[in-house]
Each structure stands twice: as structure tokens, then as C-alpha cells.
T-cell receptor
């Protein structure tokens, strides 16, 4: 049990729609990261938030956006869904500080048809 | 741009074997390296974290080594068990608190 909870577990959307994925981190985990994992691939970094501010972004277009809230929850929003957005989306949080381990949730499986 | 490669992509062994999974990275200026386990359809579980100043870390039947200068890490699993079947991912962190760059994983199957 990592203490990181993601919802929903599975989601099916149609191309062009918008989706919001949610993550609840452990209390005190000020840093949250989101990763996209396509089938058979390693996770790819989308972005990271620290104390409600984005402080790092991977090679993803602006239609991928996020929010972090004071209660240690966060959201990943994806607009104008494309077929290639089908993947497992993973949220990870950490207390921060040197060599603090990342705690991953079980992910949300998004299918875009 | 950091790139992480894992060899082999898949491995099938009989129960009881000792095995080695390999990870290589292109930029040796890393902060730490982590090994994760991922069960099908699940999130990642951290197994071992090796700081850049360390050479190895051990946890139970698992031992991970790091040779930063050559850009290599190995994960050694002793006396493998069917419950070890999973995908093993290595990831490097280039600066403290920054993103992780992952390899594509090694899918391990341990047959009873």
C-alpha cells in the first residue's frame, strides 16, 4: 500500500473529448508527478507540481495540463483526446528532499476510441 | 538527452535460478538510480534506490549495483520464485527532485 490513490481505475473516451484524472497523495507529500505509460513501454514524464506550482514538464503538448490542491490531491486534464493518448496514467508523490522515494498509485487506464 | 536501455526485454527462467537484469544509461551525471517492480495493470513499487555515490544496495534476495562511470546498473535476483514474475524497470534521476527517466523494462517470468 503506497498511500497514493488514483481514480477512476479505467476510463473509455472518444477522440476529441476531454478527460480529468485524479490522484490523492499521502499527507505531507508536497511533490506530485504524472507519467504516461503506453503498453509495453516505460513511463514517460508528463509534469511535476510542487506546492501547487508546475516545476517541470516533459515533452507533452499544452493540451495536457494539471492542478495540485492544498489537500495533497491533484488532477491531470487532457483536452482534445487523440487515439495515441490511450495509456496507463500514473501519479507519483514524494515527501521531497534528497533521495526521497517516489510512491506510485495503481494508475488510470485510459482508452480513446 | 538521457536515454535508458534495459536488456533483455523478456526473460523466462525456472524457479530457483539466480538471474541478472541489466540497465544502461547514456549520461553518467545522475543523482540516483532506482529499480521498480510492476505487476500487470498495476503501479510501480520501488525496490531499491542507489545514490550516485553508492556502488550497491541490497534488500533480501535483491542486490542492485551501480557503475556510474560506465553508465550501467544490474539487478541481481537470487533464488528466483514464481512470485518474482513481473516487469522490472530501472529509472535515473538526474538532479534531486527532478523527473525520472525510465527504461522500457524487463518482463520476467519464473516458472514453477
Amino acid at each position: 500500500e503506497t498511500g497514493v490513490t488514483q481514480s477512476p481505475t479505467h476510463l473509455i473516451k472518444t477522440r476529441g473529448q476531454q478527460v480529468t484524472l485524479r490522484c490523492s497523495s499521502q499527507s505531507g507529500h508536497n511533490t506530485v508527478s504524472w507519467y504516461q505509460q503506453a503498453l509495453g513501454q516505460g513511463p514517460q514524464f508528463i509534469f511535476q507540481y510542487y506546492r501547487e506550482e508546475e516545476n517541470g514538464r516533459g515533452n507533452f503538448p499544452p493540451r495536457f495540463s494539471g492542478l495540485q490542491f492544498p489537500n495533497y490531491s491533484s488532477e491531470l486534464n487532457v483536452n482534445a483526446l487523440e487515439l495515441d493518448d490511450s495509456a496507463l496514467y500514473l501519479c507519483a508523490s514524494t515527501l521531497g528532499g534528497p533521495n526521497s522515494p517516489l510512491h506510485f498509485g495503481n494508475g488510470t487506464r485510459l482508452t480513446v476510441t | 538527452k538521457q536515454e535508458v536501455t534495459q536488456i533483455p526485454a523478456a526473460l523466462s527462467v525456472p524457479e530457483g535460478e539466480n538471474l541478472v537484469l541489466n540497465c544502461s544509461f547514456t549520461d553518467s551525471a545522475i543523482y540516483n538510480l532506482q529499480w521498480f517492480r510492476q505487476d500487470p495493470g498495476k503501479g510501480l513499487t520501488s525496490l531499491l534506490l542507489i545514490q550516485s555515490s553508492q556502488r550497491e544496495q541490497t534488500s533480501g534476495r535483491l542486490n542492485a549495483s551501480l557503475d556510474k562511470s560506465s553508465g550501467r546498473s544490474t539487478l541481481y535476483i537470487a533464488a528466483s520464485q514464481p512470485g518474482d514474475s513481473a516487469t522490472y524497470l530501472c529509472a535515473v534521476e538526474e538532479t534531486s527532485g527532478s523527473r525520472l527517466t525510465f527504461g522500457e523494462g524487463t518482463q520476467l517470468t519464473v516458472n514453477p
